[in-house]
DNA sequence: CTAATCTCTCTAGCAACTATAGGTTCAAGG
DNA sequence: CCTTGAACCTATAGTTGCTAGAGAGATTAG
């Protein structure tokens, strides 16, 4: 039996998120100790890797709370898995041609930059208009903190 | 003068989030007409436009902030400017890595796919066995919504 | 036995919006 | 002139996937 920091240890997952997950429902509420602490057995550390590989690869949560409740059905078949799969691939490819159409963007920016003053800092003079852009890039698009 | 409507329209931005940016201080409190609505001029148009097109680019709205309070100042230097646009180019590259790297995971998972049962589900398997990947991904990933 | 380290619950916060509710104003048609 | 419907107003809550904090209780090492 596994206290919840030796899971998260385990896992590599921190505490407080794995107490997120079971407030979602993507993992089962555990047996309690005496004193009232979560107590996780092997199938629950199982479960968590499983969910932290999944992120890992980009899966949103709900499409992780599907693959799990098909892995519960195993005689079933995997079409289903597998398109879930497909369709992460697909939106990371989206998402890699959108980056990579940024990339270009930004570095036809910087390269126009002759490090004058803002006055004619090509930077902000892109930024200000559009027209000036060599790519369409008029989709918005996540921040990349 | 334009209508707060009129203005999402011309500058493609939603009326919401012209109301969040001016929450939020990107945007000054424009003038009101008599019956209380927001009124913009060409000003308030360029600067969401400017808004509009960094995000577009992937800056996150604290550089953009950074960077309207640069273009404020033409007389000086657009060596920060240029840092900005540098880092975000950076970021960019990072995440188009980081999402290659994923998207051949992917791609090897899905091609073990033999499209039998759950059981022998390789997608299902992969996701649960860490050991079973062919490339390191260990660091957290946004979601891919 | 005590001190340090977990752990508990609950709440609030992050980015960057989006949506909803319930009300007001405006522009156009009859 | 009046009404209808679209657009506008404020304020609040929800989204995703966590992370951080407060204040209290449990457990374990020495």
Do not use: W
């Not at 690869?57 to 693959?67: Q, S």
């Not at 519960?72 to 990579?100: E, G, H, N, T």
């Not at 990339?103 to 200000?128: K, N």
């Not at 852009?133 to 921040?143: G, I, K, Q, R, Y």
């Amino acid at each position: 039996m596994l206290t919840i920091g030796k899971l998260g240890q385990s896992a590599a997952v921190k505490v407080p998120t794995i107490r997120y997950y079971e407030q979602i429902g993507l993992l089962p509420a555990p047996e309690r100790s005496s004193g009232n602490q979560r107590l996780y057995g092997k199938s629950a550390l199982d479960r968590l890797a499983f969910i932290r590989h999944a992120r890992e690869l980009g899966f949103p949560l709900e499409a992780i709370r599907d693959l799990l409740s098909l892995s519960d059905r195993p005689d079933q078949s995997c079409a289903a898995a597998d398109a879930i799969a497909r369709r992460q691939l697909s939106a990371v490819r989206a998402r890699i041609a959108r980056l990579k159409a940024l990339e270009a963007e930004l570095e036809r920016m910087i390269g126009q930059c002759a490090q004058g003053t803002i006055a004619d800092c090509r930077v902000i003079e892109v930024l200000g208009d559009h027209t000036l852009c060599a790519t369409d890039h008029d989709v918005p698009v996540e921040s990349a903190a």
